[in-house]
Structures are given as structure tokens and as C-alpha cells.
T-cell receptor, first 117, second 112 residues
Framework: GAVVSQHPSRVICKSGTSVKIECRSL??????MFWYRQFPKQSLMLMAT?????????EQGVEKDKFLINHASLTLSTLTVTSAHPEDSSFYIC?????????????FGQGTRLTVV | GQQVMQIPQYQHVQEGEDFTTYCNSS?????IQWYKQRPGGHPVFLIQ?????EVKKQKRLTFQFGEAKKNSSLHITATQTTDVGTYFC????????????FGKGTHLIIQP
């Protein structure tokens, strides 16, 4: 199947700093990627849809100035958590959907565990 | 917006017992997908159901999609310790190229 690579897998940062997370599709081109957030023992919540060459679409309640998304190429989307605070600590996961026989299969990155201290 | 409810939240079973998790959507789904997430890992795709009333099997796993395309279930027969993890259902209400709406997941704990 398709491979989505996410980096870094873990990051610890100080409160007030910014952190960039990369999501790459390794063996296919992804015009659309998705960013999810998962709190411990909870479900994945869609944060935003990243569109290559255009602005991301954010879900209700997600601050676009806080979570900057850039999708500059067909294989790379980045999520930057700006001015991070401890409440931003979470597991962030990206995915890309690949058309497969009339439907779409989602492939997920390995996830990034962000800890803000 | 679309909501996907999933029960139970936690399920403890003895190894060898069966396990079922149920998923209900507030809206009709174009398709439903099931994922498994091991502790510390990322979700891994298991299967997609598209047709009304569809039933698919993968070894000990049986997946069903309701006639109204609003509910689904995953049944595991004779659980093994390797089945431990969280099982999520996730739905698309649109054409499928949009992001997924996930259920809260069912955490399966197996006691040997």
C-alpha cells in the first residue's frame, strides 16, 4: 500500500515556541492531506484538510492562526503549531487518501507526539 | 455536523471469547471504514464497506454495514492477545475524498 511518512515522531518543546511537523507521501502524489489530533485514549479529530497549492480548510473550532498548514508540493504538507502551550500537547497524525477502485483508502503517518513543557 | 457514535468504549474479554463493537452514524454514510490502533501506534486500515447490508470477513473478523448505511459492526471470533488495541470506525458522508469522521473507538483488553 501507499506510504505516508511523518516526522518527527516525538518532540518536546518549551511553551511559547513553534513546532513544525512534516507529512510526506513517499510513493504517490497527494493533492489533499488531512491532519488529525488525538488526545490520550480518545478518538482522532479532524483538524484540517490540506490542499496542495491553496489554503487549508479548517474544521470548526480549530484556530488557523495557531495551526499553520502549508502544502507546497504534491508530496509534502506541514503543520506548524505556533506559540505552543501545554494544552497543545497531543498526538498529531496526518493522512492522505488514495483513490482505490472507485473509493478512497486513507493511509496514515506514524504520528507525532508533541509535549509542550 | 456528522457524528459517529461507537460502543462500547472499553471491552474486557478472556482470550478465546468473542468481541463486538458497534458504530452508529447520525447521517447516511457513503462508506464506512474500520481501523485498528495498537497502543502507541497509528491507525491501520482494516476494511471498507460500501454497499447497503454488506458483510465482509477477514479470518476471524466479520464486518457488517447496515441496510440504511448508518450503522456498522465489527465482530471478532475467538479473540487472541494479538487482537489487543483500539478499533475505530470512520465514515465518509460525501464522495470519499474528504476527511474521515471517527467514532470514539472501542478499547479491547484481553485477559489471558
Amino acid at each position: 500500500g501507499a506510504v505516508v511518512s511523518q516526522h518527527p515522531s516525538r518532540v518536546i518543546c518549551k511553551s511559547g515556541t513553534s513546532v513544525k511537523i512534516e507529512c510526506r507521501s513517499l510513493d504517490f502524489q497527494a493533492t489533499t492531506m488531512f491532519w488529525y489530533r488525538q488526545f490520550p485514549k480518545q478518538s482522532l479529530m479532524l483538524m484540517a484538510t490540506s490542499n496542495e497549492g491553496s489554503k487549508a480548510t479548517y474544521e470548526q473550532g480549530v484556530e488557523k492562526d495557531k495551526f499553520l498548514i502549508n502544502h507546497a508540493s504534491l508530496t509534502l504538507s506541514t503543520l506548524t503549531v505556533t506559540s505552543a502551550h501545554p494544552e497543545d500537547s497531543s498526538f498529531y497524525i496526518c493522512s492522505a487518501s488514495v483513490p482505490t477502485g472507485g473509493w478512497y483508502e486513507a493511509f496514515f503517518g506514524q504520528g507525532t507526539r508533541l509535549t509542550v513543557v | 455536523g456528522q457524528q459517529v457514535m461507537q460502543i462500547p468504549q472499553y471491552q474486557h474479554v478472556q482470550e478465546g471469547e468473542d468481541f463486538t463493537t458497534y458504530c452508529n452514524s447520525s447521517t447516511t454514510l457513503s462508506n464506512i471504514q474500520w481501523y485498528k490502533q495498537r497502543p502507541g501506534g497509528h491507525p491501520v486500515f482494516l476494511i471498507q464497506l460500501v454497499k447497503s447490508g454488506e458483510v465482509k470477513k477477514q479470518k476471524r473478523l466479520t464486518f457488517q454495514f447496515g441496510e440504511a448505511k448508518k450503522n456498522s459492526s465489527l465482530h471478532i471470533t475467538a479473540t487472541q492477545t494479538t487482537d489487543v488495541g483500539t478499533y475505530f470506525c470512520a465514515g465518509h458522508s460525501g464522495g470519499g475524498a474528504d476527511g474521515l469522521t471517527f467514532g470514539k473507538g472501542t478499547h479491547l483488553i484481553i485477559q489471558p
